[in-house]
Every structure is written in structure tokens, then in C-alpha cells.
């Protein structure tokens, strides 16, 4: 959600359990949205350097996805991240992210296994597009 004050706008994150149990329920009511999603796209870059990360958090086999393709993928993924507009990164971010749990301890990620199984096609049909591009050159 979001508050103005003053011509600029806060947006932060609530806590689910405040709607149902009440603000008390929460030991964190509100974090700030920018922190929140800052932190996510560090620990997506994160398993984009070393996918093997992502294989003790997801098996592949769960995913359909070998842990080479995944590997491939993501070593594909950290070479272009700087290049993609945010728009694009939110984009992958959705695509990958289940959910986001904000705790005192830190953030935890839990990811989607078809996310990550469209994420991974996406990046071989557009490296097979570009590859296709240069032997036309």
C-alpha cells in the first residue's frame, strides 16, 4: 500500500495476519517497499551466480528442469541482468517469486517451480533467436 505526505508517496508493504488478527499480530506492521524488493532482486541475483542455491531450495526434478538447464539459464540471466529494464526485471522477479516472507531475521523467498520452467524457455528461445540472427549477418 502506499501514503502521501507532502507531494511524495511511501510505499511500504503490511503485514497479511494485521487484516485478520489485527496490528498487534504482526511483530513487523510495515516495511518499506522499496527495502523489500531491493533485497529480493540481491538474493535473485544471488542464485543467478551460483544456481546451485536454487537446486537446495527447489529440486529440479520437481521442476521438470535438468540442474544444467538451470545452471545455463541463470548463467544467462546474470550476464544480461544489468541490461534489462526494471519493468523487465519485476517481470522475471514475478515470474520466479511465490512468495516473499518478511521476518526480523531477514527475507525469505519461496520460488515457483512453473515460473522458473518459463523463465528457463524463455531464455532458449531467445538465445536460439539470436543466434539465428547472427549466422543471417
Known amino acids: 500500500t502506499y501514503t502521501r505526505k507532502r507531494d511524495r508517496t511511501y510505499r511500504y508493504y503490511l503485514c497479511g495476519h494485521a487484516a485478520k488478527n489485527g496490528r498487534d499480530a504482526c511483530p513487523l506492521?510495515?516495511?518499506?517497499?522499496?527495502?523489500?524488493?531491493?533485497?529480493?532482486?540481491?538474493?535473485?541475483?544471488?542464485?543467478?551466480?551460483?544456481?546451485?542455491?536454487l537446486v537446495t531450495r527447489m529440486p529440479a526434478a520437481a521442476a521438470g528442469v535438468t540442474s544444467e538447464r538451470i545452471a545455463d539459464g541463470f548463467a544467462t540471466l546474470d550476464r544480461v541482468w544489468d541490461h534489462l529494464m526494471p519493468a523487465e526485471k519485476e517481470r522475471i522477479a514475478r515470474l520466479l517469486v511465490k512468495d516473499v516472507t518478511v521476518s526480523h531475521d531477514g527475507i525469505d523467498l519461496a520460488l515457483r517451480i512453473d515460473g522458473l520452467d518459463a523463465v528457463m524457455t524463455e531464455l532458449a528461445h531467445s538465445e536460439s533467436e539470436d543466434a539465428s540472427e547472427v549466422s543471417h549477418a
Open 29 to 53: 506492521r510495515r516495511v518499506p517497499a522499496g527495502d523489500v524488493e531491493e533485497t529480493v532482486l540481491q538474493q535473485l541475483r544471488a542464485l543467478f551466480h551460483d544456481p546451485a542455491l
